[in-house]
C-alpha cells in the first residue's frame, strides 16, 4: 500500500506544476509589461508639470515625475528604470522646446514605442529669445506666465482623457477646471503685486534668460543675463560680464536675480569683477522644492517669485 500513494504523487506533480503555470501566467505577463497592464500611467519629464499634472490627474491615474526636487531641467538624467517607465506610460507630458536636453531622447523613443506623448511647449504660443547665444531660438520657460500655464491645463486635461484608459474625462475635466481657476487668480495677484513698481524700475537682470514670459505679459524689460543664454549649461566669457556691466550701469540696475537650484557663483562674479553693487536675489524659477522649502507647487512658486521679485526692485 506504501507504493500506490508514490505513484499518485509521480502522475499528479506535473499536473500541479501546470496549474501554477497557469495561474502565474497573468501575472508574469503584468511584470513584463509595465503599467500597460496594470494602473493607468502618466509620466512627466519637470516637477513643474508633474505639479500641475498630479491636480488635473487627481485620482484617475499614477503620476510619475522624472525630475527630482531642487535639479535642473536642462541637465538632469534618468535611470534605466525610469526610461522603461516613459515606454510603458499610457501618456507623457514634457515641456519640449530643448529644455529637457538629456531626456529628450527617452521621449522620443517612447515616441516611436507609440506612447502618446504631450509637448506643452509647443502648445502654448511660444517666444523666441531677442538677444543673447540663444537669439531666434524658443524660449522653453513658458511656466513664468501664468496665463500660458492656464492654457496648458486644459491641453493636458484633453490628453489624459483621450488616451488614459479608464480616466474619467468628467473628473478630469473638474479637476482642470479648479486648478485653473486657481491659476487664474495667480495671474491677477500677481498683476496686483507687480503694479506697484514703477515703469522705471521694471528691469530685470537674471543669472540666465528664463524671464522672457513673465516679462511680457506683466510688461517688465530684460536688460540682461549673466549666462548670455537660455540654458545653465553654457558659461559666460569676460567680454559677456563686461557687455552686461555696462548694461546693468546704463540702466540704473541694482538687483540679479538668480536661480536657487543653481550657485549664484555667477553672478557673484559679476559683482567681483565691476566696479557696480548689486544684491543677488534667489527666485525658484527652473524647479520646485521639497516640501517646506519654499516653493513646493507652481502656485507657491510663482508667489515666493513674485514676493522676491517686488520687494528687489525696492517696493516691499
Known amino acids: 500500500m506504501s507504493t500506490r500513494p508514490a505513484s499518485v504523487n509521480r502522475r499528479r506533480v506535473p499536473a500541479l506544476l501546470l496549474l501554477v503555470l497557469l495561474a502565474g501566467a497573468p501575472l508574469l505577463g503584468l511584470s513584463g509589461c509595465g503599467s500597460k497592464q496594470g494602473r493607468p500611467s502618466v509620466v512627466v519629464t519637470t516637477n513643474i508639470l508633474g505639479d500641475i499634472t498630479r491636480n488635473i490627474v487627481g485620482g484617475e491615474a499614477e503620476v510619475t515625475v522624472l525630475m527630482r526636487t531642487d535639479a535642473d531641467p536642462h541637465s538632469f538624467g534618468v535611470s534605466a528604470p525610469q526610461a522603461a517607465s516613459l515606454e510603458q506610460a499610457d501618456l507623457v507630458v514634457y515641456n519640449g522646446l530643448g529644455l529637457e536636453e538629456n531626456v529628450l531622447r527617452h521621449v522620443e523613443a517612447a515616441e516611436e514605442a507609440g506612447v502618446p506623448t504631450l509637448a506643452v511647449g509647443d502648445t502654448v504660443d511660444p517666444v523666441t529669445y531677442a538677444a543673447g547665444e540663444s537669439a531666434g531660438e524658443s524660449d522653453p520657460h513658458f511656466w513664468t506666465d501664468p496665463e500660458r500655464i492656464r492654457k496648458a491645463v486644459g491641453l493636458i486635461a484633453d490628453q489624459v482623457t483621450e488616451h488614459v484608459r479608464g480616466a474619467d474625462g468628467a473628473v478630469v ?136 521679485i517686488s520687494k528687489g526692485l525696492g517696493t516691499e
Not at 491659476?183 to 521694471?202: C, N
Not at 546704463?250 to 559683482?271: E, W
Open 173 to 308: 475635466a473638474e479637476n482642470a477646471t479648479a486648478y485653473g481657476a486657481q491659476v487664474t487668480e495667480l495671474t491677477a495677484w500677481m498683476r496686483k503685486q507687480f503694479g506697484s513698481i514703477p515703469s522705471e524700475r521694471r528691469q530685470l537682470v537674471t543669472n540666465h534668460h528664463v524671464f522672457g514670459y513673465l516679462a511680457q505679459r506683466f510688461g517688465f524689460r530684460i536688460v540682461g543675463a549673466v549666462i548670455p543664454g537660455g540654458t545653465t549649461l553654457a558659461s559666460p566669457s569676460a567680454s559677456d560680464l563686461k557687455s552686461l556691466a555696462t548694461a546693468i550701469e546704463t540702466a540704473g540696475v541694482r538687483t540679479v536675480f538668480a536661480d536657487s537650484s543653481q550657485p549664484d557663483r555667477l553672478a557673484q562674479v559679476l559683482k567681483r569683477e565691476s566696479d557696480i553693487e548689486v544684491d543677488v536675489v534667489p527666485l525658484f524659477s527652473e524647479s520646485l522644492t521639497a516640501k517646506g522649502k519654499g516653493a513646493a507647487t507652481y502656485l507657491e512658486m510663482m508667489r515666493a517669485n513674485t514676493r522676491a
